[in-house]
């Protein structure tokens, strides 16, 4: 695609809003800080993406890495990407697997599972994300269920792209979803332009992982989060810097639900949410987790005020 034809099918909608991300303390009394880019007051979701979690590069040997415990989710998917290192997975489903780097995992709650996340000893620096993806209403009490997939580096005119989820860069990752999706690691070439064919239909949200990132000619840095609206055909993403520069793009039809969350819970009302916290602070619902060295991680307190449901911005 020409500079000219990029310009002309992008111009409509190049407005890219500027996501800063919190830093935020992960998995209880032996927490790790991760940095948090979605939910966020501004905006709930992009797509049926609705919680962006960034971390590293982590010295494992001085924090301690990711330990953890048991805990419970409902309504979702969890999606885990790694940059390096490697976490064991178990959860209640009996699957007991590794996250390693350029390999998706994905899990599905449906209506309650829960797991445990630790860093393995072979892990000197562990550094990723951790996704979650809202499922609808028709889908959100689906069986429990987890998919593996170790997708091929594809070739980009400037850089590479590790596609896990949907469709890109003529790549679609066999890992199945319950709404239409995207989500691809994107390597850039220092100084390199790289524009890339999206589905009109989806919005996007681009992560900088490392190095300084144009998208639409609107500078991110590493831990941004830009967020672009539907109606573009293409997106454009330059590399400013003199290094690689790594980013994860995510993309999806809006998703129209109102949703509530709170902690590790999905649903679509507050009553919904106080079922959730009492069936796993009483041992129903969710199963068990074989093989974790430790106890599960209790539900916090739920606020004063009552969970109100929230949907994507307009």
Request: aromatic share 6%; glycine share 12%.
């Given at each position: 695609m020409s500079t000219a034809e990029t310009d002309a099918a992008t111009a409509p909608h190049t407005t890219v809003d500027v996501l800063p991300a919190r830093d935020v303390p992960l998995g209880g009394p032996r927490a790790m800080t991760v940095r948090r880019t979605l939910p966020q007051r501004s905006r709930t979701l992009?797509?049926?993406?609705c919680f962006v979690d960034h971390y590293g590069p982590d010295d494992v040997a001085r924090t301690g890495g990711m330990?953890?415990?048991?805990?419970?989710?409902?309504?979702?998917?969890?999606?885990?990407?790694?940059f390096s290192g490697e976490i064991e997975h178990r959860d209640s489903l009996g699957v007991h697997a590794l996250v390693r780097p350029g390999e998706v995992n994905l899990m599905t709650s449906?209506?309650?599972i829960s797991h445990s996340e630790v860093s393995t000893p072979a892990t000197a620096v562990l550094h990723g994300v951790q996704l979650w993806v809202a499922l609808p209403e028709?889908?959100?009490?689906?069986?429990r269920d987890f998919h593996h997939h170790a997708p091929l580096p594809v070739a980009l005119d400037g850089g590479r792209a590790r596609v896990f989820l949907g469709t890109l860069a003529g790549d679609t990752s066999p890992v199945p979803t319950f709404t239409p999706l995207l989500g691809a690691e994107l390597t850039l070439d220092p100084?390199?332009?790289?524009?890339?064919?999206?589905?009109?239909?989806?919005?996007?949200?681009?992560?900088?992982?490392?190095g300084d990132?144009?998208?639409a000619d609107t500078p991110l840095h590493p831990g941004d989060?830009?967020?672009?609206?539907?109606?573009?055909?293409a997106l454009t993403l330059t590399n400013t810097s003199d290094t690689p520069a790594r980013t994860v793009l995510l993309g999806g039809t809006p998703f129209e639900e109102e949703i509530v969350m709170w902690w590790n819970f999905i649903g679509r009302s507050g009553e919904e949410i106080v079922q959730a916290r009492n069936d796993w602070e009483k041992g129903v619902r969710f199963g068990e987790v074989h093989g974790y060295d430790g106890g599960r991680l209790p539900a916090p307190e739920l606020p004063s005020i009552p969970l109100k449901a929230r949907g994507r911005v307009r």
């Open positions: 992009i797509g049926a993406w330990d953890v415990a048991p805990h419970p989710h409902t309504g979702l998917q969890t999606v885990s990407w790694l449906g209506h309650g028709q889908h959100r009490h689906t069986a100084h390199a332009t790289v524009t890339l064919a999206v589905d009109p239909a989806f919005e996007h949200g681009l992560l900088v992982d490392q990132v144009r998208l989060l830009g967020y672009l609206a539907p109606g573009a055909t």
